[in-house]
């Protein structure tokens, strides 16, 4: 497997969850890392695989010069920069909006957007002053696609990510950079523990008690898993995405391909009930409409 063979990449937040899959897979296929996270665990993954492959540098994103420091990290360590993953986030500020504190709204798009900009900002640079050419991905989110799934700040802030990384595809495409984006859906991953306010040391158990309910709901009929995202950030960030740049991808088991309820159902059955009052039980069917409860 060498998809990334000798390519040089940063990924934020690699610690856990999404993050700590992307660099798995990243690694895999043959790519050197530097992870850049709040959370000392990420540091388990520098002795796991080594220092010649994977290296961890504590860095907050909002802190501009955190995000500088990874980029010079990769070029000191290992010569050059190929691959910018902005992932790092959480859930930030929950507030309804009638109750939005200023200070906790800056905060939320500092962590979910501004890291993401500046993101784009030094991996670019790097990859200009080398002669050019690189990919750039960015986390967003299907509530960045669709609202509702989140709060205000959240959903807007991801929204953000995805039509800055499309303007920001526009100006690096003259310089062969790619900047794309993948939306998670519902994944199974720790920060719905922390949405919950489930003690830590119960994340994992919590996480799977999910695995069915998500199923329920998601049309594929299964809870997304990391590596469902770290698979799309790989396609992103490979040759194989080489005349791919300023989309998104959601990876979220179709719950963005439909409405928020089953309207599939509610049709079939106004169907099946106006035929019975016209005693033609068989006739009007509709056919593209899936029987969710078959």
């Known amino acids: 497997m060498s998809r990334l063979l000798n390519k040089v990449a940063v990924i934020t937040g690699g610690g856990r969850g999404i993050g700590k899959a992307i660099v798995e897979a990243f690694v895999a296929e043959g790519a050197r890392v530097v992870i850049g996270d709040i959370d000392p665990q990420a540091a388990g993954l520098e002795s796991r695989f080594g220092a010649e492959r994977v290296v961890f540098k504590r860095a907050d994103v909002t802190v501009e010069s955190d995000i ?11 010569g050059r920069l190929d691959i910018m993953v902005n992932n790092a986030g959480a859930l930030g500020d929950q507030a309804a909006v009638v109750d939005l504190d200023s200070h906790s709204f800056a905060r939320t798009i500092a962590l979910l957007l501004g890291s993401v900009a500046l993101g784009h900002k030094y991996a670019a640079q790097q990859m ?6 690189g990919s750039i991905v960015s986390l967003s989110s299907i509530a960045g696609i669709q609202a509702g799934w989140s709060s205000a700040s959240y959903d807007a802030a991801k929204a953000g990510v995805l039509h800055f990384a ?8 003259t310089e062969q950079i790619r900047s794309n984006v993948v939306a998670p ?3 199974l991953t720790p ?3 922390t949405a919950c306010n489930v003690a830590p040391e119960h994340y994992e158990a919590f996480t799977e008690s999910l695995r069915e309910p998500y ?4 049309p ?3 809870a997304g898993k990391p590596e469902d995202i770290a698979q799309a950030v790989l396609f992103f960030a490979s040759e194989e995405s080489s005349h791919i740049t300023g989309q998104a991808l959601a990876v979220d088991g179709g719950l963005t391909s439909m409405t928020g309820f089953d309207i599939g159902g509610v049709v079939a059955k106004a ?7 016209l005693d033609r039980p068989d006739e009007g069917k509709i056919g593209w409409l899936p029987n969710r409860n078959s």
């Open 68 to 78: 500088e420091a990874l980029v010079t990290c990769a070029v000191e360590r290992f």
């Open 128 to 133: 200009i002053a080398q002669g050019g050419g």
């Open 166 to 173: 499309r303007s920001a595809s526009y100006e690096l495409a």
């Open 185 to 187: 859906g519902l994944i």
């Open 191 to 193: 920060i719905i523990g």
């Open 215 to 218: 199923g329920d709901l998601i």
């Open 220 to 222: 594929l009929g299964r």
């Open 271 to 277: 169907v099946e009930s106006f035929n019975a009052q």
